[in-house]
């Protein structure tokens, strides 16, 4: 059957990885930083005194949550960056 199609070769040339581009990351992390500055803003700008209200809490608790979630990101991604480049003296690096 010369005309059947090749779905074996079809699904391996669709589902191939793809490297995202290069200034993708650098966005991301500017963002993340960003939301992350942002969250510490929030939390000097929240008075003492609204610790004693639990109705005021919301607003700091989101601003930890979104600062924590962002500093993990970022940190996992400036990890797998650097996790991506070659050794300094050239070398490939081992496999893991």
Same mark, same amino acid.
């Given at each position: 059957?010369? /005309?059947? !199609?090749?779905?074996?070769? $079809? +699904? =391996?040339?669709?589902?191939?990885?793809?490297?995202?581009?290069?200034? %993708? *990351? &650098?966005?991301?992390?500017?963002?993340?930083?960003?939301?992350?500055?942002?969250?510490? /803003?929030? !939390?000097?700008?929240?008075? $003492? +005194? =609204?610790?004693?209200?639990?109705?005021?809490?919301?607003?700091?608790? %989101? *601003? &930890?949550?979104?600062?924590?979630?962002?500093?993990?990101?970022?940190?996992?991604?400036?990890?797998?960056?650097?996790?991506?480049?070659?050794?300094?003296?050239?070398?490939?690096?081992?496999?893991?």
């Amino acid at each position: 059957m010369s /005309g059947a !199609l090749d779905v074996e070769g $079809l +699904l =391996a040339r669709a589902l191939a990885p793809v490297e995202p581009p290069e200034h %993708l *990351a &650098a966005r991301l992390r500017s963002a993340l930083q960003t939301i992350s500055h942002a969250a510490v /803003g929030e !939390l000097e700008s929240w008075e $003492l +005194l =609204a610790i004693r209200d639990p109705r005021r809490w919301s607003r700091p608790a %989101l *601003a &930890a949550l979104a600062g924590a979630a962002a500093a993990v990101v970022a940190l996992g991604i400036q990890r797998r960056g650097r996790a991506g480049d070659p050794p300094e003296d050239g070398r490939a690096s081992p496999p893991r």
